[in-house]
C-alpha cells in the first residue's frame, strides 16, 4: 500500500484544512501506475451523497469522490488506497484490515461476472438494432467495452479507464478469453486509431460531455496521449469516455442524436463484420460466466 508521500504536499495540506472526515487516496495514483496527466482520485466518506467534482489543487489535477456507504461496500474501489485522513468513528483502517487481498478479490470476480452479464445484454440491444446500423454498432462498442472490463475484473485488475488498454495488453488471458479480447478490440477498432478520426471523436465527445463535472479533465488525458503519439491508447479512452455518457442516455437521444454518437464513437455501418465480431464476443462472455 503506497503513503501519502507519494501524494503533493499542497493536496495533503487542503485535506488537512478543508475536509472533515475519512479520505483515502484511491485509483491510479494509488496503484502507482499512472501518468502524469492523471489526477488524484480522493474518496471521501461522508453521509451527505454528493455529485463528484474535480479541483485545481496548487496545479493537480483533484477529483473528489463521495463515499456514502460503509467502507466494506467499495471493496472493489478501496482495493489499493492509502488513507490519508482518518477517524475513530467510521475508521477506515478497521475497514481495511477486514477488507483483506481475497475478499477484494471475489468483490473483482463479482464485479466481472456482472459486467459479462452486461456485454450480453448489450449484444442483445445489437442484435435487436439490426436494422438501424450505426445504433447497432454503438451497442456493439459498448458490449466491446464491457466484456473488457470484466475479462480484466475475472483476471483481478481493476479496470483504470485511461491505463486500460496497456492493462489489456499485459491480461492473462490463459482462461480460454483470447479470442474475445481480440474480437473486442476489432469491434472497438484501436487498429484505426489515426489524428482525423481522433480529433472527429474528440469534439463530438466532448459535446457529449458538456455538462460533465470531468469534461476538462477528460480533455486534458486525451491531449496527454495524443502528445506522445499514443494513438491506439487515445482512440480507445475517447471511446470508452463517450460509451459510459451514452450508455447513460435514452432511446429517443440515440434517435436524435445518431449523428454525434456516429461521430464519437467513430461507428462503421458494416452490419455483416458487427456480427461476425458480436458471435466471437458472445462465445467469449459465456465462457467467462463459466469459469
Ligand atoms: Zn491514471
Known amino acids: ?36 496527466c492523471c489526477e488524484y482520485d480522493l474518496a471521501l466518506f461522508t453521509e451527505e451523497s454528493r455529485q463528484s467534482e474535480v479541483l485545481d489543487i496548487g496545479g493537480h489535477a483533484v477529483e473528489l469522490l463521495y463515499f456514502s456507504k460503509q467502507p466494506r461496500s467499495y471493496a472493489v474501489e478501496l482495493q489499493e ?33 456482472k459486467s459479462l452479464v452486461g456485454s450480453l445484454f448489450y ?18 462498442k459498448f458490449a466491446a467495452y464491457q466484456f473488457l472490463g470484466g475479462m480484466l475484473e475475472l ?47 474528440i469534439e463530438a465527445t466532448m459535446e457529449l460531455k458538456s455538462k460533465d463535472h470531468d469534461r476538462d479533465l477528460v480533455l486534458s488525458k486525451v491531449n496527454h496521449l495524443l502528445e506522445r503519439q499514443m494513438l491506439s491508447d487515445c482512440y480507445f479512452y475517447i471511446g470508452r469516455m463517450a460509451s459510459e455518457n451514452l450508455a447513460r ?12 454518437i456516429q461521430l464519437s464513437m467513430d461507428l462503421t455501418n458494416d452490419v455483416q463484420e458487427l456480427k461476425k465480431l458480436q458471435r466471437r464476443l458472445f462465445r467469449a462472455a459465456n465462457a467467462g460466466l463459466k469459469v
Open 155 to 201: 483476471s483481478g485488475a481493476r479496470p483504470m479507464p485511461l491505463h486500460e488498454l496497456e492493462q489489456v495488453r499485459q491480461a492473462d488471458t490463459s482462461a480460454g478469453l483470447a479470442d474475445g479480447i481480440q474480437a473486442a478490440l476489432e469491434c472497438i477498432g484501436t487498429e484505426r486509431a489515426t489524428r482525423p478520426a481522433i480529433s472527429r471523436s
Open 1 to 36: 500500500m503506497p503513503n501519502s508521500r507519494t501524494v503533493p504536499s499542497v493536496i495533503e495540506n487542503y485535506i488537512r484544512s478543508s475536509v472533515n472526515c475519512p479520505v483515502a487516496l484511491i485509483g491510479c495514483r494509488a496503484s502507482g501506475k499512472s501518468h502524469d
Open 249 to 260: 442516455r435514452s432511446d429517443s437521444f440515440y434517435a436524435r442524436y445518431a449523428k454525434l
Open 81 to 113: 488506497m492509502a488513507i490519508m485522513r482518518d477517524d475513530n468513528r467510521l475508521s477506515l483502517a478497521s475497514a481495511a484490515k477486514g477488507m483483506t487481498l481475497q475478499a477484494g478479490h471475489k468483490a473483482l470476480v463479482a464485479a466481472g461476472r
Open 123 to 140: 449484444q442483445q440491444k445489437m442484435t435487436d438494432a439490426a436494422e438501424n446500423p450505426a445504433i447497432a454498432g454503438m451497442w456493439a
